[in-house]
């Protein structure tokens, strides 16, 4: 049984209804690396808002502009070591999670600014979609920073998902020009038609050392719960502070599949926490996990695709990123 918002603890980053730590006082703020995707899914006035959010609070700021895969990384990187208190990540769940790969081990925390098509991070740990207020996080009286777990596969990090076989053909058929012009609701209108004829494979999952086999046309190593826009997220057990993954597997397109997923979307377990672990659909938690498939199935990180794989390993990294919330 979940407990209820008023009995849990006052201090929590606001979106993750399961977390039971106590953040650690926010530092003292005056330098900022900014790390920008410019191919992110908004059309808004990123230097100039944030300039006037910094400039009012006294704080300085420097922005990373990223021209290919791998700059957001290596930028923060380079400004975690390079004496800046804090780097900001701008752009979709792809750039925050190069971000957090950069920043990663250093003690700098992430700062976390939306500008993506589905910002699922930042949904799921409260961080307002709107840009001036993402960025005020920063001067707030109440912010904290949190140690956020995140998945490993790799030598990358995921903070959101790795999907593979529908959910990842999701990914890699939303194009960018779709996502531009219709936002979040190009992942669903992919969704729809790959779920017309998913694709079906033999799934070995070999999870901290527990061998589970099963027929499936989507699976998905999770870190949070939420899905997208419209409050749809999978079970709230899903947390990114809890020490765990989650792996689901989803074993058909068949109606008693539809309706687990349906059931666990919409929210209805959201109250007692009905096991979401059906004929149709397996939910399992653990540490560590190996996937294997055949046929080789495509394999998305954080919405960004990677291509058709035969095996993955999956490895949580608790507490791995400290976050400003």
């Not at 009995?7 to 993750?16: C, F, K, L, M, N």
């Not at 006037?52 to 070591?81: C, H, K, M, N, Y």
């Not at 979609?129 to 920073?145: G, I, N």
């Not at 653990?286 to 046929?295: A, C, D, L, Y």
């Amino acid at each position: 049984m979940e407990a209820d918002d008023d009995e849990r603890p006052s201090v929590r980053p606001a979106g993750s209804d399961g977390c039971r730590i106590r953040g650690s006082p926010r530092p003292a703020i005056e330098r900022i690396a900014v790390v920008i995707n410019p191919a992110a899914g908004r059309a808004e006035p990123v230097l100039a808002t944030l300039n006037r959010v910094f400039r009012a609070a006294g704080i300085a700021w420097q922005p990373f502009v990223t021209l290919e895969s791998g700059d957001a990384r290596r930028f923060a990187s380079e400004a975690a070591r390079g004496g800046f208190d804090a780097v900001a990540g701008y752009g979709g769940d792809g750039t925050i999670s190069e971000v957090a790969l950069g920043v990663r081990g250093s003690g700098v925390p992430l700062i976390v600014l939306p500008g993506g098509t589905g910002n699922v991070v930042a949904q799921e740990l409260g961080v307002p979609l709107e840009l001036e207020a993402a960025a005020a996080v920063v001067t707030a009286d109440a912010a904290r920073v949190f140690a956020l777990d995140a998945l490993e596969f790799d030598e990358r990090y995921a903070l959101q998902r790795i999907g593979i076989g529908a959910d990842a053909e999701v990914q890699r058929d939303s194009s960018r020009e779709a996502k531009d012009r219709l936002g979040w609701f190009a992942y669903l209108l992919s969704a729809l038609e790959q779920f017309r004829e998913p694709p079906i494979a033999e799934y070995v999952i070999e999870l901290d050392g527990e061998r589970h086999e099963s027929t499936g046309v989507a699976c998905m190593v999770a870190n949070v719960g939420r899905l997208g826009r419209a409050g749809l997220r999978f079970s709230r057990t899903i947390d990114p502070f809890d020490g765990r993954l989650d792996v689901l597997l989803v074993k058909s397109t068949g109606l008693d599949a539809i309706a687990a997923v349906g059931a666990a979307l919409i929210g209805l377990e959201a109250n007692d926490e009905a096991d979401l672990d059906t004929d149709a659909l397996w939910h399992m938690q653990g540490e560590q996990v190996r996937i294997m498939t055949r046929p080789k199935q495509e394999v998305s990180v954080d919405g960004e695709p990677l291509g058709p794989l035969g095996a993955i390993d999956v490895r949580l990294q608790p507490g791995a990123i400290d976050v400003l919330l």
